[in-house]
């Protein structure tokens, strides 16, 4: 597959969710991991979603529209220390809503930052995930930032905790441009209009 347009489509604070009939693929994982660069990776566009060393930056749902035939969706992280309990919740909830009612979501992109043990917060999206029946994908994140053994001992460590195989992750440094083959094949799989 080759992206040949994307497209920022809107933002949504609250659960005015944007209802269309374009399959969509959400992108989750604790703030900082890289969402929105993995985003801007797929897209070949350096500014598309917004990137910030600061964790927390993306606080609203974004949705891109992609080759007019897809979205792409930027979730905002979860795990922020820097919020207060309430705003928590409130963005837990928010989160929760989003993917339980997303009619058109075909597969979550569950990221995990390749330098750390995944959180009791990263187990439990996934298992909220595979309770609702909602297709998901791991993909390790910032493979650049160690050795290639250091990588695998890490994959391997996470394919223990998580309960996968190494088959089921997609390992990707969107700094490097590494992993984008089997991300745009995953994509385009869960993407593709069947009927
Ligand atoms: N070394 C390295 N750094 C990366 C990579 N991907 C993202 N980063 C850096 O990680 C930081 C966070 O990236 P974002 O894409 O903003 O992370 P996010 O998950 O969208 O964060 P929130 O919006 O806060 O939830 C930025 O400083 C990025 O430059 C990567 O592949 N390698
Ligand atoms: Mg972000």
Redesign the pocket.
Known sequence: MKIASAVFVKSVSDNNFLKTDYPEVAFV??????????I??ITNRKHL??????????KLINYFLINKKFLLV?L??YG?AQVSKKEKTNWGEFLEEYLKTSENLKCVYL?LDVRRTPTEQDEQMLEFLVYNRINVKIVV?????LSRSQVNNQIMMICSRLGLCKADIIV?????RKGLAPLLDSIEQYTSVTE
């Open positions: 994982g604790r703030s900082n991991v890289g969402k929105s660069s993995i801007n990776f979603a917004k990137t910030s060393a600061t964790p927390g930056k993306t930027d905002p992280g922020y990221l994140t910032k493979i650049d930032t990707t440094s969107s700094q490097e």
